[in-house]
């Protein structure tokens, strides 16, 4: 067995932010007033624990709005957004439909249609593939490009080098995103962008914490699932920095040769991640015999945002009062 490890560092803020509890309580309320099953077209959030117990609860999980959602069935769209072929396609097939995209997401979407119609071409920062990259883009999929890196940068031709905007992902790495930024602004100086940053709040906010603690710790772990955008992110940015970090799901997932040799070994969760997670992986240690356990608080949050339309007032008609989210 690995040695003790002596001292855990818990970094704050970590885990749930307001857009994940808003959707997660979105779902759960969604049962609860219309009964089971509710029709979630995607992973509501990206991970794989939120995931099953909601599936437990009655929640079914689709990728598509394909023909295994009944008609008139009462479907959610997940925080991560959905483009406006989607929301067609929903009405079309008469779904009563709950949208719980995150507002930080669909102010994304404002600035894409906002470029859109006076006439830019937008230049998106984000990983192709990724849910809310694809709802983005379905925004105004004539306007937009996609970049992931510098050199993607340095080969992008555009018509009117004079009318460019550009927007981003919400949960990239915040440096990674800004030497894009002055690439797209070197090349192309007439550049505009989003009034205030798309990188989200949280995402900033727990990349900060990790970074400050990184050279704290001899490890850092990660509670998030593999295709959680801001859960890798927290992994990269403390790797960048020196220090050896993994993203795993659960405690169960704990490589023994990671703690050889570790004296103080440093916590974070992805956006997505539920505490309990984070709480049994402190357990974990501390049934080793780790005794000292402290926060590494960076940043305080108190961000709130109102559910949905559709489940406040479905909450009022039953007598309940709704309360924002947030973690
Ligand atoms: Fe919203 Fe940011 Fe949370 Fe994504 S990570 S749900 S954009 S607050």
């Known amino acids: 067995m690995a040695a003790t490890v002596e001292k855990l560092l818990l970094a704050a803020p970590r885990g749930y ?16 007033l219309y ?28 990728d598509e709005l394909n023909d295994t959602v009944p008609e008139g069935a009462t479907t959610v769209f997940s925080a991560h957004g959905v483009s406006p072929a989607v929301h067609e396609d929903a009405q079309r097939r008469g779904l009563q439909t709950i949208d719980a995209t995150c507002p930080l997401v669909t102010k994304v979407h404002r600035e894409a249609v906002k470029f859109a119609s006076e006439g830019y071409t937008i230049v998106l920062i984000g990983h192709a593939g990724h849910e809310e990259v694809e709802g983005t883009m379905g925004e105004a999929p004539e306007h937009i490009v996609l970049v992931e890196t510098e050199a993607d940068v340095d080969a ?19 440096d990674e995103t800004l030497t894009i930024i002055n690439r797209l602004r070197a090349k192309f100086p ?3 962008g989003p009034r205030t940053d798309d990188i989200c709040y949280a995402t900033t906010n727990r990349q900060a914490a990790v970074k400050q603690m990184a050279s704290h710790c001899d490890l ?51 956006a997505s991640a539920p505490e ?9 240690f501390r049934a080793r015999g780790t005794e000292q356990v ?3 608080q960076v940043v305080q949050e108190d961000v709130r945002f109102m559910l949905p339309k559709a489940i406040r007032q479905a909450m009022v008609a039953a007598g309940q009062t709704p309360a924002p989210a947030g973690a």
């Open 17 to 32: 932010c307001a857009g994940v509890d808003r959707a997660v309580q979105t779902v759960e309320r969604a049962l609860e």
């Open 35 to 62: 009964g089971a099953p509710v029709y979630v077209r995607k992973e509501i959030v990206h991970n794989k624990h939120v995931v099953e117990q909601l599936r437990e609860r009655g929640a079914i999980f689709v």
């Open 156 to 174: 992008l031709e555009v018509d009117d080098p004079e009318k460019i905007a550009y927007i981003s992902q919400t949960t990239l790495s915040v």
């Open 190 to 192: 007439a550049i505009t």
């Open 220 to 270: 850092l772990l990660v509670i998030g699932s593999k295709n959680s955008s801001n859960s890798n992110r927290l992994v990269q940015v403390t790797r960048e920095l020196g220090t050896d970090a993994h993203l795993i799901d659960d405690v169960s997932e704990i490589d023994e040769a990671w703690l050889e040799g570790r004296r103080v070994v440093g916590i974070s969760s992805g």
């Open 276 to 284: 309990e997670l984070v709480q049994r992986l402190v357990d974990f």
């Open 294 to 296: 402290e926060e590494f």
